[in-house]
């Protein structure tokens, strides 16, 4: 609403595109992302989208320097954990440990909490501290059976967790639990659990296109014997 229309339109139309792209396409969303940000760098909405982007395409600290400045722009804390993902991802997780610590939590909804202490488990790991992690991890919010937009991961992140530790048959009923609640796909927690149960996935498209190979090979080999039999009988002298 602080642009004049016109620009407003065009700043639209890139952002529109942004969110459209940025899950299939990364790095194209990244590009129009740029766009945006050429366009209006002072508008919040534009650099948490550039935020958003750059994150997506693991440039973290680019990211990082756009959800802070979005902060400045806003006075909201909701960017906080990802901000802390990207100090993971620069390869600083006493970083974004230390942020799992700071005031701007509290300030946190619900599924924001939730979402710091996905990070803090992963800072955890990050610096070797699968135990610690695993402890992190468990919470209210892990033992509810409520299902809210956040459980799938919460649950897949701790049976991950346990997984990594050795502890198998808690991973498993884990990866059960975060799957009951993925109801939008956004785990792969059935893949999981095939994978620890020696299920071998196959592609039927693969073994269609091996099937054709195969079968374009016997063809082959069979004109083949027939061209050699054809040269055969007209080299054989007839007989008196």
Partial sequence: MSLPKTLAEDVSRN??????????????????????LRLAS???????????????TQKYSEALAEFRAAKRMTGSVELWPVMADCERGLGRPERA??????????????AGQVEMRLVAAGARRDMGQLDAAIVTLQSSELASNAVHPWTARLRYAYA???????????????FGKALEA???????????????????????????E???AVDTDVASESAATAEGGDSD????????
């Fill in 182 to 208: 993925d109801k939008d796909g956004s785990t792969d927690a059935s893949d999981r659990l095939a994978e620890m149960d020696g299920v071998e996935f196959v592609d039927a498209l693969d073994e269609d």
């Fill in 97 to 110: 440990m230390a942020m799992a610590g700071e005031a701007e939590v509290q300030k946190l909804d619900k």
């Fill in 15 to 36: 952002l529109v595109m942004v969110a459209r792209l940025i899950d299939e396409d990364p790095e194209q969303a990244y590009a129009y992302s740029r766009i945006a």
């Fill in 160 to 174: 991950d967790a346990l997984l990594a530790a050795g502890r198998e048959d808690e991973a498993r009923e884990w």
């Fill in 210 to 212: 091996d099937q054709a």
């Fill in 42 to 56: 002072r508008v919040a909405a534009v650099r948490e989208a550039a935020g958003f982007a750059a994150y997506a």
């Fill in 233 to 240: 009988d007209e080299d054989r002298p007839s007989e008196a």
